[in-house]
């Protein structure tokens, strides 16, 4: 005979809170356990030293990554390279709990990827990055999934000019924080005759929805951090000088949190979203179709002839790209 059903959820509750009750610190003395088996872990961490564009420390489980890539972030292969190799590494390191990706660069933090790719075109596509990832897609997709899939919670902190590839790295991440004085986004490939080829018609319209996704894409106008907040483009926008310290304690706070938490909460979430490579092949698809076309090239080339990829151009890039249509 089964137990009566009020039985059954009171010892349903009983269950629960001892659960519950296992879980959790039994003392401050835990809570300092758990603190000290973090700063065991993080003296074992794996050497994050090689990467010649990036500055990579690891302090209470948050590992801070700063783009340097002289003179400009461009999303060059050598970047593409690094980011992808720190991905690979970090992935196994449990001693990572959280990702911040910054800049050293006051104004940009990724302008965009490099723009010299389209008089090498086979350099770009043979780019050895994202060898986990579906092989169908191009280099820049593969090493921004890589990051999307990392078991680590990642935070994008933006105080430049996020366009192109480096506003498709941000939107990759898990959340995006901004400075209102100098964040910056943009998607700035349709005046150079392309869309955006890495994730920013499928990462986009999830964060933003359709109609302003167009918008972004289409008008290719540089988006101020108060209106990519109100877009959802951003998780929150703020004072500079507030920044760094709301960045540093959201991500230390989950840091801290107790182990499998955070990572059972993104998968959690995850579940409630499609798997985007039909999307992004599709999108693969269609950057090839425009890139193949005479126009892609022959804008490209004029807007390097007018200042792009020079810190002067890069700041007024958007009027060097209107104007060349």
Do not use: C
Request: net charge neutral; aromatic share 6%; no cysteine.
């Amino acid at each position: 005979m089964g137990l009566p059903r009020s039985s059954m959820n009171v010892l349903a509750g009983v269950l629960s809170v001892t659960t519950l009750a296992t879980s959790l610190p039994a003392s401050a003395g835990d809570a300092r356990t758990h603190s000290h088996r973090l700063r065991k872990q993080e003296a074992k961490s794996m050497p994050y030293s090689r990467f010649d564009t990036l500055q990579i420390t690891v302090e209470h489980g948050v590992a801070t990554v700063t783009i340097a890539n002289p003179p400009l972030n461009l999303l060059d292969a050598r970047l593409m390279t690094d980011l992808d190799d720190f991905a690979a590494s970090v992935a196994a390191d449990s001693s990572v709990r959280v990702i911040v990706l910054q800049s050293a660069d006051p104004d940009f933090f990724i302008p965009h990827g490099d723009m010299r790719f389209v008089d090498d075109p086979t350099s770009f596509g043979n780019l050895k990055v994202g060898d986990d990832e579906d092989q169908r897609l191009n280099p820049m997709q593969r090493l921004f999934e890589r990051w999307r899939k990392l078991p680590q919670v990642t935070i994008g902190k933006l105080d430049g000019i996020a366009r192109g590839g480096g506003a498709e790295l941000l939107e990759a991440l898990d959340m995006r924080f901004a400075s209102l004085d100098h964040g910056r986004l943009a998607q700035m490939e349709a005046p150079t005759g392309i869309i955006p080829g890495a994730g920013g018609t499928v990462y986009l319209p999830r964060a933003v929805g359709r109609a302003r996704a167009m918008e972004i894409i289409l008008g290719a106008d540089l988006f101020d951090a108060a209106t990519a907040e109100r877009y959802g483009w951003i998780n929150r926008a703020l004072p500079q000088a507030e920044l760094d310290s709301f960045v540093t304690r959201l991500s230390r706070n989950i840091a801290q949190l107790a182990p499998g938490v955070a990572t059972a909460a993104k998968k959690a979430i995850d579940v409630n979203f499609t798997d985007p490579l039909p999307a992004l092949l599709e999108q693969n698809r269609q950057l090839g179709e425009t890139f193949a076309r005479p126009a892609a090239a022959e804008l490209t080339r004029r807007a390097l002839r007018n200042g792009a990829q020079t810190r002067q151009g890069e700041k007024a890039l958007e009027a060097i790209l209107h104007d060349a249509q």
